[in-house]
């Protein structure tokens, strides 16, 4: 994690004291430590030029993406994954190589099918077999694509599970025929070219079993099926610390162990050793990410307890009342010990716009302080809402001291741009 308290007892990022940011930035503000964001692409090009492979790493957008942080991610070689008409604009906007751009969804409108192609993105990740027909015929030229596979697996954190039915909206098949078929298909179009297979098989996944033994059942199915294919993509899903009951995943060991694997496994099938393609989001910028708000009513209810209302809410922090996600907050404008567990409740008419239902805070918590929330990088202004009319944060990089705005804090008149009168 990327904060922590200076001689003075302020909590700092990167060295810069984060009450004085408050300050000056208002809140509710999102924080990213641009180093980290950079350290943790680093590290996914370290650990895969160790293992000598071909590879490449994409970025997931739905994690967080606007210009300046597709900029990131091409200054860093990383490649980009959208899944949407926006994500695409975006990517583009930012000035992105579009052959960096991989296309995922599985339902992409004829519209974006027709935007990507015009912009020659990378390859289209294949989720159905109708999209085959699509692109073979609004493409003027050939097309790489990627099929999307449902091996069957999920992953729940620790485990590997092999469901045996795959009931899910994404991908296609091996056990009940669709992916072959995808492949068939693909092999006899004039457009379209095969350039690998794809997987994703869960989210906050912490080990490498899952991975692996999703890889080997896909490599044998490649190899008894004698489909050639340059590039198998993993997809993402890699564990971040959102608390102590959190690991990160371990991105050097991890990758030596999936890509140690790969080798062997191959070796095993007698399947050339493919380029291999990861898809991180949240390992990316998860913990890099704090947002910062202003405490506001306290609530104690004797015996019951105690409610820290803060000054935004579900809006920017669904992921609580989404999914039951736990979280840690630290008080940002004195270091005291955390003696009390309180709740930590967003301003929104909603019972359940909570952002931390047992959060460790000193008592003496009063009006007026700060608190920063931890790990909020990923999936939190991706998915903020204007829920009560409430204005989207603004999202700043800090770096060598100073905090470059990235996304402004929405206006009201935003609020209301599109209405009509
Ligand atoms: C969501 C998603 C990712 C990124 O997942 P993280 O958990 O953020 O790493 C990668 N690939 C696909 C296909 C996804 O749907």
Same mark, same amino acid.
């Given at each position: 994690?990327?904060?922590?308290?200076n001689?003075?007892?302020?909590?700092?990022?990167?060295?810069t004291?984060?009450?004085?940011l408050?300050q000056?930035?208002?809140? $509710?503000?999102?924080?990213?430590?641009e180093d980290?964001?950079?350290h943790?692409?680093? !590290?996914?090009?370290?650990a895969f030029?160790?293992s000598?492979l071909?590879?490449?790493i994409?970025?997931?957008?739905?994690?967080f993406?606007c210009?300046?942080?597709v900029?990131?991610v091409?200054e860093?070689?990383l490649q980009?994954?959208?899944? &949407?008409?926006?994500?695409?604009?975006?990517?583009?906007?930012a000035?992105?190589?579009p052959s960096?751009?991989?296309?995922?969804g599985n339902n992409k409108?004829?519209?974006? @099918?027709?935007y990507?192609?015009?912009?020659? /993105?990378?390859?289209?990740?294949?989720?159905?077999?109708e999209?085959?027909?699509?692109i073979?015929?609004?493409?003027?030229?050939?097309?790489?694509?990627?099929?999307?596979?449902?091996p069957?697996?999920e992953a729940h954190t620790?485990?590997?599970?092999q469901?045996?039915?795959?009931? &899910?909206?994404?991908?296609?098949?091996i *056990?009940?025929g669709?992916?072959?078929?995808?492949?068939?298909?693909i092999?006899?179009?004039?457009k379209?070219?095969?350039k690998?297979v794809?997987?994703?098989?869960?989210?906050?996944?912490?080990?490498?079993?899952?991975?692996?033994?999703t890889?080997?059942?896909?490599?044998r199915?490649?190899?008894?099926?004698?489909i050639?294919?340059?590039?198998?993509n993993?997809?993402g899903?890699f564990s971040i610390?959102?608390?102590?009951?959190?690991?990160?995943? $371990? @991105?050097?060991?991890g @990758?030596k162990k999936?890509?140690?694997?790969?080798?062997?496994?191959?070796k095993?099938?007698?399947y050339? /050793?493919? +380029?291999?393609?990861?898809?991180p989001g !949240?390992?990316?910028?998860?913990?890099?990410g704090i947002?910062?708000?202003?405490?506001?009513?306290?609530k104690?209810? $004797?015996g019951v307890?105690?409610?820290v209302?803060v000054?935004?809410g579900?809006? +920017?922090?669904? !992921?609580?009342?989404?999914y039951?996600?736990?979280?840690?907050?630290l008080l940002?404008?004195?270091? +005291?010990?955390?003696?009390?567990?309180?709740? /930590?409740a967003?301003?929104l008419?909603?019972?359940?716009?909570i952002?931390?239902?047992?959060?460790?805070?000193p008592?003496s918590? *009063?009006r007026?302080?700060?608190l920063a929330?931890?790990?909020?990088g990923?999936?939190?202004?991706s998915?903020?809402?204007?829920?009560n009319q409430?204005?989207? $944060?603004?999202?700043?990089?800090?770096?060598?001291?100073?905090a470059?705005?990235?996304?402004?804090r929405q206006?009201l !008149?935003?609020?209301i @741009?599109?209405?009509?009168?």
């Open positions: 994690m990327s904060v922590q308290y001689d003075f007892g302020e909590l700092t990022m990167g060295g004291s984060l009450k004085t408050a000056s930035l208002g809140t $509710p503000a999102f924080v990213y430590d980290e964001i950079r943790q692409m680093r !590290r996914y090009h370290e030029k160790k000598g071909n590879y490449n994409s970025y997931a957008s739905k994690a993406t210009i300046q942080m900029k990131l091409e860093e070689e980009l994954d959208v899944v &949407s008409e926006g994500e695409l604009y975006t990517a583009l906007a000035g992105i190589d960096r751009i991989h296309f995922h409108t004829k519209k974006e @099918i027709q990507a192609l015009e912009n020659k /993105v990378g390859y289209f990740v294949i989720d159905t077999l999209e085959i027909d699509l073979n015929k609004y493409a003027s030229e050939s097309v790489d694509v990627v099929v999307r596979l449902n069957g697996v620790h485990e590997f599970i469901t045996g039915q795959e009931d &899910s909206k994404f991908g296609l098949s *056990k009940h669709l992916a072959k078929e995808a492949i068939d298909q092999h006899e179009s004039d379209l070219n095969l690998g794809h997987f994703h098989i869960g989210s906050q996944i912490e080990g490498t079993e899952a991975m692996i033994e890889a080997k059942l896909v490599i199915w490649l190899s008894d099926n004698d050639n294919v340059s590039l198998i993993l997809g899903g610390k959102y608390t102590e009951n959190d690991t990160s995943f $371990p @991105i050097e060991e @990758i999936i890509t140690d694997a790969i080798k062997q496994i191959s095993e099938a007698d050339p /050793v493919p +380029e291999i393609g990861v898809e !949240r390992s990316i910028v998860g913990e890099a947002t910062l708000y202003e405490v506001g009513t306290i104690e209810i $004797p307890n105690k409610y209302a000054d935004g579900m809006s +920017e922090h669904i !992921r609580t009342a989404l039951g996600a736990e979280y840690e907050a940002v404008n004195r270091q +005291e010990e955390a003696d009390e567990t309180v709740t /930590v967003g301003k008419c909603e019972s359940g716009d952002i931390i239902k047992n959060a460790k805070l008592s918590i *009063k007026g302080d700060y929330i931890l790990s909020t990923a999936y939190h202004y998915m903020a809402s204007n829920y409430m204005q989207k $944060p603004p999202v700043y990089f800090l770096k060598d001291g100073k470059r705005e990235v996304i402004k206006s !008149r935003q609020l @741009i599109n209405d009509t009168k």
